[in-house]
């Protein structure tokens, strides 16, 4: 009897310490964990104003460096978009006629993403057959450094590199340069300078094009309920402009840094090229519109049709505040925060949420991968449907304003035809380089198209008007 209460004696022993030591290694891997999301960075080299190569950032932060490496992959294709860089004049054939006359006609490829976005546009035929401003690196380079050096060579004093008026003087510099001369300025696509700074890793603005921008939107009456500090600035005074910098919240800037590029531009008149954002009446495409009216500008003239045409770019920015998504970051759905260990990090593999919808669309939408997956393609097969019409209907319209000026029909016969050319030509290109296909804003790209259509329609008509007029004049 004695020798078994000493077993059951020992076994007790022996299992208590056994909790003891399981309860210990639990609260030291607690400890540890949160030591670990206390520690989200690790301070192993020096990042100043002047450390430009993200790979040295990355030394720092070498989860979020990790994910932003994964840029460089391409393959992956979407329904409807993707990283396979193939040709879409060879797929969307209209684009061929609707963009003659402009570099655009020579090739539209694409996109691989922003590890890419250089060396793609190094590549391209635009660049290679056809002068182009060096305007262009603003969206297609990690071009901070290319404005310091631009800079210093217009006369800036070194000491003052660091400046916002160095931004601003590299800014006018290289939009006056070639593409050739610029090109040599810039080393690395999109680097963490562009977005950071380097001591507190504070999200900023560092292209001049988008602080004009905002101001211009600042100033204009277009409801911006997405943007509260703009909002919150046009109650002001408003003695002192607008500045994204000093007054956006985190939030804000989480969509703002990606205006820098994902957004509609053109360079202004010769000779100095400067990138400027059509937002001086608002966000929505009929106000850019009026912009490029009120300014009385044109990309380039459409040899087979005569009318003034704009090239529109990517305006995701834009189409964005005007969708259901508009008070959710462009970060949170295209680099959404993940957890690495106890870390919790964004995401800086910019890519599609359709190739990540449990971190992208499941943290905000209870619903199943296969489901949400299958809501946005209907939405994107719908409105390239509807895009595929408008554009026919562009392509239809141009003929017949090209048959009633060989018919002999005057200018002023064929204005109404063009004026609505022109509009209905930058509506479906306006959805079409929009790199949602829709989804950013579904009603409001189905509106845009049945506009583009209808003014299409309106325009073959009275381009045919115009057409039996001539004819019936000369016999």
Known sequence: MNKRWIWIGAAVAVLAALGTFGILALLQNVAQRQAEAREVAFRVVEITEDTYESSVWGRNFPLQYDTFMRTEEYGV??????????????????LRIMWQGFPFELSFREDRGHHWFLF?????????????PGSCLHCHSSVVEA????????????????????LRKGFDAINAMPWAEADTLVRNPLACIDCHEPQTMRLRITRPSLKDGLVKLANSDDP????????RWRAGDRRVPYDANRLASRHEMRSMICAQCHVEYYFDRPPVRTL?????????????????????????THPRAGSGQMKVQHPEFELWSQGPHANVACADCHMPFERVGAVKITNHHARSPLLNIRQSCQTCHNVAEDELKRRVVTIQTRTAALEKKA???????IAAIESAHQAGATDEALNEARTLHRSSQFKVDWIFNENS?????????????????????????SAHKAEAAAKAAGQ
């Open 276 to 300: 400027i954002f059509p937002w001086s009446e608002g966000l929505k495409v009929e106000q850019q519109l009026q912009h490029y009216d009120n300014y009385g500008w044109r990309d380039w």
């Open 77 to 94: 294709e979407t329904p409807f978009g993707g990283n396979v860089p193939y040709e879409k004049l060879d797929k969307y054939p209209q």
């Open 437 to 461: 296909r829709g989804f950013h804003a579904p009603q409001e790209s189905a509106r845009i198209l049945a506009e583009a259509m209808n003014e299409a329609r309106k325009g073959i008509l």
């Open 147 to 166: 404005y310091r050096i631009a800079a210093v060579q217009a006369g800036l004093p070194v000491e003052k590199i660091h400046t916002e008026e160095a």
């Open 391 to 397: 554009k026919d209907a562009v392509v239809e319209l």
């Open 224 to 231: 911006v309920p997405h943007l509260p500090s703009i909002e």
């Open 120 to 132: 793609d546009q190094r590549q391209t035929r635009r660049v290679q057959e056809r002068a182009q």
